[in-house]
């Protein structure tokens, strides 16, 4: 168990550039989740996937945010047209398909720190 | 709609001294709760979980929480703080039929020497 995996750990950008996060959850896991967490914060929900289907988005997620797990292994998330608002650290989570309710713990990546200039 | 609220964005203790970090909770169903540290640069980890077996929890490094539902609580506890503990805490709460976490602000813990 190597734990979940994010790339890159940083990322800094120019307003209006797209940025590409992947995350590689624990390879028995087939429920992947994004948040976003901003300074002084607690962690934000943005989408949640089982297998390859993404089952949650919440009302975070703009347009300008695209999710995908294609092969229902690892995730990307996309950004287009950064604003200065999106930076933010990028959370990705796993976790076990026999995990319901309480039994259901996220194991947390260790995130991608976004700066938008 | 669930929610958490965390009392304190920022607790001192002493090293040896009792921490206390408040969390209460909004759910309009028997809610899931976690508490969850995090260390700088570093993801989130689970210290503990409410599982409805037991209102008292334990959980890792000395951690324990308390479920009070008359109370809407579920604060963490650890008897005696050591330099390690120092961190930032989130509680979050989930709701039956949603994976989905909601957590608090988070309480950023000091621990004076």
């Known amino acids: 168990d190597t734990g979940v995996s994010q790339d890159p750990r940083h990322k800094i950008t120019k307003r209006g550039q797209n940025v590409t996060f992947r995350c590689d959850p624990i390879?028995?896991?087939?429920?992947l989740y994004w948040y976003r967490q901003t300074l002084g914060q607690g962690p934000e929900f943005l989408t949640y996937?089982?297998?390859?289907?993404?089952?949650?988005k919440s009302r975070l997620l703009s347009d300008r945010f695209s999710a995908e797990r294609p092969k229902g292994s690892f995730s990307t998330l996309e950004i287009q047209r950064t604003e200065q608002g999106d930076s933010a650290m990028y959370l990705c989570a796993s976790s076990s398909p026999t995990g319901t309710g309480a039994n259901n713990e996220q194991f947390f990546g260790p995130g991608t720190r976004l700066t938008v200039l | 709609a669930q929610s958490v609220t965390q009392l304190g964005s920022h607790v001192s203790v002493s090293e040896g001294a009792l921490v206390l970090l408040r969390c209460n909770y909004s759910?309009?169903?028997?809610?899931?709760l976690f508490w969850y540290v995090q260390y700088p640069n570093q993801g989130l980890q689970l210290l503990l979980k409410y599982t409805s077996a037991a209102t008292l929890v334990k959980g890792i490094n000395g951690f324990e929480a308390e479920f009070k539902k008359s109370e809407t609580s579920f604060h963490l506890t650890k008897p005696s703080a050591h330099m390690s503990d120092a961190a930032e805490y989130f509680c979050a709460v989930s709701g039956a039929g949603s994976y989905q976490l909601t957590f608090g602000k988070g309480t950023k813990l000091s621990v004076i020497p």
């Open positions: 390879s028995e896991h087939n429920r």
């Open positions: 996937f089982q297998n390859e289907a993404q089952l949650e």
């Open positions: 759910s309009s169903v028997p809610p899931y």
